[in-house]
Every structure is written in structure tokens, then in C-alpha cells.
């Protein structure tokens, strides 16, 4: 389940069983691990049943896994609303909704819940670990764990450590990952981590050289895919993205770490403003026929 040099775990909290807490869970159920799966009430615990449900059915559809092996999966799994199922948690993965109060709460309500020695990990895609995990009496034992979507196909996981991470808590996380078939990467508490700096960064280059007008939105695209070999191009792809969320993504790694890279191109700002938000409004730096239709103009 771990490699040698990590401490054993065989049973995992997930809080929050959304698009990701789903992913997390089936990704260790699937891995042998007795998950319990917390939300907030019982129509979003029936949710999350739907949502194991229809994932690793799909895995079963695929011939990716047989029935019997989705059956013994989702046996791994209980979904509740009592936190308090968490005290025989090795370790939890908290993965609810992106706002620090309510994950400060939670990290505050897991106090007096978990074991002394549970690992406490956050999905966050843009928040502070470091100011999530002073909510905890224990800082130390917290750390981010940024899995990508969907959770059960993406190898990628960022992990970040703050400056109070126990060295043994980034060892037993690795050790978990890694048996899980992940590759983690690990990296310090900066909004974006590394995946989303250096993409983003990109990104908002590419804006800026179509707003310097140096070249069209065609051949900026079609220098990265047949230069570079990118599947898309920066431009298709923020069309992909939702120019409202790269704006954001942005905006909130510059307010953080102030690099100029990071400086949302103003007409990113102006599209969005101007509800041209790429393929989900229709338009953005290309035209779509219908919301998420292919490309026609
Ligand atoms: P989501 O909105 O799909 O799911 C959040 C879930 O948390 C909901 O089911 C909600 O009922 C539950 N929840 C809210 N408050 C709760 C509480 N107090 N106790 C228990 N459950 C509670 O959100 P999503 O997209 O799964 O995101 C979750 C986290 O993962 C966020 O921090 C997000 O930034 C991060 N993330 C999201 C990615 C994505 O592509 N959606 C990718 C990587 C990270």
C-alpha cells in the first residue's frame, strides 16, 4: 500500500465528496484504503454515492474494472454526515468548497476529533495551507495534497509543505501517493503551486502578445501546437479554461507573489467584463457556434 520507508495507512477521511472528494475517494478505495466520506447532509451524501456510482461504472463500461471489483470498491467506502467518524482516520483529505473560512472551520472542528498522529491534508487549489493549518492545534500535521481533475485518471499531485510541516508528515504523504500510482511533486505554500505558475504564466504572455497585436490568435495557437507540440493552443486553451477562471487564477497568484507574469492582461479583464467568457458564453478569443461547440470562427 506504501513503500517501505513510510509509515502504513489503511484508513483514509475524505471531507467533502464534490467533484474531487469523489475523485480522492475512488482513487483510494481503489487502492485497498477503508475510506469515510463526510458531507455537510444527506441529500449531498446521497450525491456522492451517485457520483462513485456512475464513475467507477463507467470504469466497469470500459472493461477497465470488472463488477465485482466496483462492488468491492465502493464496500470500501461509507459515507456519513459525523465528522466524528473521523477518529480512526490515518489520514484526511479535506476537499470541501474553495473559501478559508469554511476550511479553517473545519481544520478547527478536526481538533478534537482525529488522532494525535493523523495527517491532515487540504485540496486547496489556491488558498493558504499555512493559514489553514494554524486553525489546528497541530500545524505541523497539516499539509496540501492538490490532486487534478479528474482525481482517478490524473498522475499528477502537488504536494505543499509550509515552513511547519513535519519532515516525517511530507515522507508519509509521499509514500501514500506514491503507492496510489501518483507522482507527487512537492513544492512551498505559493498560490499556483508549480503546475499553475509557470501554465498561467504562459498564458497570460500569449495574451499579451495578442493584445500587442505582434500576431493573430491563429498563429500564436499554431506556433505552440506544431513548434511546441501543445495539444492546443494558449488561447484555444483559455477558451477551454473560461476566461472568468484564468482571470481569477491570475489575479489571485499576482495579488500573492507579485510577479509581473502574473499581472492579468487587461484585455483578459475586458473579455470577461464584457461576459465573453471563451467556449461556455460562446465567444472569447475565438468564436463558437454554440456553448462548447467546436471551433467555427
Ligand atoms: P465541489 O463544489 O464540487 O464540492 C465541494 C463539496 O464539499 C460539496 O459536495 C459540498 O457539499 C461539500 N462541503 C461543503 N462544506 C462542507 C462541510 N463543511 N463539510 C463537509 N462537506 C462540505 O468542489 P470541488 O470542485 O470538488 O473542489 C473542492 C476543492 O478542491 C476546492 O478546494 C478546490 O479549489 C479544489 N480543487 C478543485 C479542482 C477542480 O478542477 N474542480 C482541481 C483541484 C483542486
Redesign the pocket.
Known amino acids: 500500500m506504501t513503500d517501505e520507508t513510510a509509515r502504513e495507512f489503511s484508513t483514509v477521511g475524505v471531507?467533502?465528496?464534490?467533484?474531487?472528494?469523489?475523485?480522492i475517494a475512488e482513487v483510494f478505495a481503489r487502492n485497498g484504503y477503508t475510506v469515510i466520506g463526510?458531507?455537510?447532509?444527506d441529500g449531498?451524501v446521497e450525491?456522492?454515492h451517485q457520483h462513485l456510482e456512475h464513475s467507477t461504472g463507467r470504469a466497469v463500461k470500459r472493461e477497465k474494472m470488472t463488477a465485482e471489483q466496483q462492488a468491492e470498491l465502493l464496500g470500501r467506502i461509507t459515507l456519513t454526515?459525523d465528522?466524528k467518524a473521523l477518529a480512526v482516520a490515518d489520514l484526511v483529505v479535506?476537499?470541501?468548497?474553495?473559501?478559508l473560512e469554511?476550511?479553517k472551520?473545519?481544520f478547527r472542528l478536526l481538533d478534537g476529533i482525529v488522532r494525535d498522529d493523523a495527517v491532515l491534508a487540504?485540496?486547496?487549489?489556491?488558498?493558504s495551507v499555512t493559514e489553514i493549518s494554524t486553525a489546528n492545534s497541530k500545524p505541523g500535521r497539516v499539509i496540501g495534497v492538490?490532486?487534478?481533475?479528474?482525481?482517478p485518471v490524473q498522475n499528477l499531485v502537488e504536494i505543499i509543505r509550509t515552513v511547519v510541516t513535519e519532515p516525517s508528515v511530507l515522507e508519509d504523504v509521499q509514500g501514500v501517493l506514491r503507492g496510489l500510482g501518483k507522482n507527487p511533486v512537492v513544492c512551498g505554500d505559493k498560490a499556483g503551486f508549480i503546475a499553475n505558475t509557470l501554465l498561467f504564466g504562459y498564458l497570460n504572455h500569449a495574451v499579451s502578445m495578442y493584445e500587442g497585436k505582434y500576431a493573430s490568435r491563429e498563429d500564436i495557437d499554431a506556433a505552440m501546437r506544431f513548434g511546441c507540440g501543445y495539444p492546443m493552443g494558449p488561447l484555444a486553451l483559455l477558451d477551454l479554461i473560461g476566461l472568468d477562471t484564468a482571470y481569477e487564477i491570475l489575479d489571485t497568484m499576482y495579488k500573492q507573489g507579485r510577479d509581473r507574469l502574473h499581472a492579468p492582461a487587461p484585455i483578459l479583464k475586458q473579455y470577461v467584463t464584457a461576459g465573453l467568457l471563451g467556449r461556455k458564453s460562446g465567444r472569447g478569443f475565438y468564436t463558437y457556434e454554440a456553448p462548447d461547440s467546436p471551433i467555427v470562427v
Open positions: 471531507i467533502g465528496l464534490g467533484t474531487m472528494g469523489a475523485g463526510v458531507e455537510l447532509n449531498a450525491r456522492g454526515t465528522m479535506e476537499a470541501v468548497v474553495e473559501s469554511v476550511k472551520s473545519i487540504t485540496n486547496t487549489s489556491s488558498l492538490h490532486f487534478f481533475n479528474p482525481a
